[in-house]
């Protein structure tokens, strides 16, 4: 299994512009989630997914979109960047999102907005 | 508000010294506590989960400790490795799906 897969690794972007960060997994779990990682921050949850199909609000999602069309997928699309979006993104994913499953989280996106 | 606070923030220790981290939270419904190793530039990796009515958990040379009554975590390593050098997360679970993460402390451990 490949686990947890995230691309780009890097992205630089302009203000305004927008993007999609994919991540995919292979281990059939219906909940995956993205995350936001700031300095001196915990991370922060974005949007969450229970399976196929279904999302919702995190902590965070105002500048973020997200949707579910395959169990694998979870892309996270920034329609109009912004600097206060340069961070550091990780999905993550588990079996079923109960609380007591061990979650999976992906090698990050490096995200800089000029 | 529902917060997971960890101390230190940063820590140095010799290659074979012992540590612990702590973390302290204030978050309601609990369901579960974890603590995760965060190399740089990775994703987090899950090292123990606890849930209420558990009060050790060990991983190798890692072992977790919960006092739900205090509302505190320790975190433990012993005989400290190079690799063990990486910020350590501690994450509490509200209700089902909400992870509150804690700011992590940032271990280096030295030859």
């Known amino acids: 299994n490949a686990g947890v897969t995230q691309t780009p690794k890097f992205q630089v972007l302009k203000t305004g512009q927008s993007m999609t960060l994919q991540c995919a997994q292979d281990m059939n779990h219906e909940y995956m989630s993205w995350y936001r990682q700031d300095p001196g921050m915990g991370l922060r949850l974005i949007h969450y997914s229970v399976g196929a199909g279904i999302t919702d609000q995190g902590e965070v999602p105002n500048g973020y979109n997200v949707s579910r069309s395959t169990t694998e997928d979870f892309p996270l699309r920034l329609l109009s960047a912004a600097p206060s979006q340069t961070s550091v993104y990780f999905c993550?994913?588990?079996?079923?999102?109960?609380?007591?499953?061990?979650?999976?989280f992906g090698p990050g996106t490096r995200l800089l907005v000029l | 508000k529902n917060q997971v606070e960890q101390s230190p923030q940063s820590l140095i220790i010799l290659e074979g010294k012992n540590c612990t981290l702590q973390?302290?939270?204030?978050?309601?419904?609990?369901?579960?506590l974890r603590w995760y190793k965060q190399d740089t530039g990775r994703g987090p990796v899950s090292l123990t989960i606890?849930?209420?009515?558990?009060n050790t958990k060990s991983n190798g040379r890692y072992t977790a400790t919960l006092d739900a009554d205090t509302k505190q975590s320790s975190l433990h390593i012993t005989a400290s490795q190079l690799s063990d050098s990486a910020s350590y997360i501690c994450v509490v679970i509200e209700g089902t799906y909400k992870y509150i993460f804690g700011t992590g402390t940032r271990l280096k451990v030295l030859a």
């Open positions: 993550a994913s588990s079996y079923t999102g109960t609380s007591i499953e061990t979650q999976y």
């Open positions: 606890m849930t209420f009515s558990e």
């Open positions: 973390c302290n939270y204030t978050v309601s419904p609990f369901s579960n």
